[in-house]
């Protein structure tokens, strides 16, 4: 505080006079040539202005930078923004083109179908391990009753098993439960596909003098009222005649991918109240 007020006086009035040079030279007329006093002045005073000038050139460079940084980050922020934007639009765009191919795919199946047939999406599957089932959203104020076939654009899925206003069970073909008369279509061999284990069916009741070979396709017979005849099951993998018996074990894997099933068709004839 002492030494305050000890410099008080001088530094009020070097402020006072520097302030009224910097006011005087401000003043000086653009026009004419500054005359002994005002070099003199500007002369005295240059050791002063070069490091306020040095100070506030500093300080600019700081705040242009503050200022530059902040724009940065804006801008990447609202850069960010638009890549997300376009990422999303890019998969929705794909996941529209898959779903129109699907669907293209499902109405020529549809044209191809000589019955009345109802589209319907997949909405559920059976939790447990002990059925084969998937849920879809048709049900009897759609027409649909239990018995019913239910194909896809590749071939054959199942049949509706429970049926409500709303939504349907489908049976998979791939279930224990399932039943489907078939014939081999290059030899016409018959029997019937069963349902088995890991999302596989067996051709059963099948003699073993029928000619059956690996790579032969699989199809509806049309016997029973179900199933249309010539609908694509599924691909013969393996043929086992045993040394005794009159049948051969037949495997089969079918054709639709029924863990990525989307959209099916319900062929609404048959089926019971």
Known sequence: MDLLK?????????????????????????????????RSILAMMSPVFQPVSRVSFFFENIWDRYIRLVATHDENRILREDIRTLNQRVLE?????????????????????????????????????????LIINRGSSSGIREGMAVISADGVVGQTVKVSSSTSRVLLLTDHASGIAATIQRSRARGV????????????????????????MVITSGIGGVFLKGLPIGEVTMVKRG???????????????????????????????
Not at 251 to 268: A, D, G, K, T, W
């Open 6 to 38: 000890k410099y008080l006086y001088p530094l009020l009035t070097g402020i006072g006079v520097l302030a009224a040079l910097l006011f005087f030279s401000l003043n000086v007329p653009r026009n004419r040539d500054a005359n002994v006093i005002e």
């Open 93 to 133: 765009g794909n996941e529209a083109l898959l779903a129109n191919d699907r669907l293209k795919k499902l109405l020529d199946m549809k044209k191809d179908v000589k019955a009345p047939t109802v589209s319907a999406s997949v909405i559920g599957e059976d939790a447990t391990s002990w059925f084969k089932t």
């Open 193 to 216: 596909v069963k349902g088995k284990a890991e999302m596989l069916c067996t051709l059963e009741f099948t003699t073993r003098e029928e000619d059956v070979k690996v790579g032969d």
């Open 243 to 273: 040394e005794y018996g009159i049948f051969q074990t037949v495997s089969i894997r079918p054709v639709v991918n029924l863990p990525h099933l989307e959209e099916v068709l319900i062929v609404q004839r048959g089926g019971y109240e």
